[in-house]
């Protein structure tokens, strides 16, 4: 399995690396378009800021490579914020992998009562799961968040968490596919996820 991780200016990279170690899996961590290209399957993860990310791709032409990919590619929180329409984090437009758009959290007088907190961070749960990147992943499994934005629910949603509202937790559209958890971060739940994305997604 030649497996690569996509080398660009956001964190949590090591976290994969050891990740996948665990489940004995290695990964090349690369920026080279060749072996970005020639890769069997493509991991583009990301904790960091949107438009900074999205200058720091285009500078190195790796915007136009991961649209054009053929073999299933999974990207991590910001990775799958990057691989949607347009983010509101400084207004940014992305890859438009996926047609949904990223919007920041507002609270609402509910949120306020509850004393919900922005950014999210922590457990909750993900539901609603369609494709084989839940295989053998229970409804209402725990997985870990860290993040102040979300991707609209839509056409491409396979996954819900509920925080003020419901929104896309994962996406999959052809071979892509879309994850805001980090599953790197949630145990075992995590490990069956990437299992399931090296094994079974096409």
Known sequence: MNLVIIKYNAGNIQSVLYALER?????????????????DKVIFPGVGEASSAMRYLKDRKLDALISSLTQPVLGICLGMQLMCRFSEENNVNCLH????????FRKD?????????????????IYELKT???HAVPE???TYFVHS???????????????????????HKDNFYGVQFHPEKSADTGERI???FIERCH
């Open 109 to 125: 007088k509910q949120a306020d009562a509850n004393n919900i907190k922005i950014p999210q961070i922590g457990w909750n749960n």
């Open 140 to 142: 209402n499994s725990y």
């Open 97 to 104: 992998i996926f047609d949904e758009d990223v919007k920041l």
């Open 23 to 39: 489940i004995g899996l290695e990964a090349k961590v690369t920026d080279d378009v060749e072996q970005i290209s020639s890769a």
């Open 194 to 196: 990437l299992k399931n």
């Open 132 to 134: 084989e990147l839940f």
């Open 149 to 171: 934005y979300y991707a609209a629910s839509g056409t491409h949603t396979i996954a819900t968490t509920d925080y003020i509202i419901p929104y896309s937790s994962a996406l």
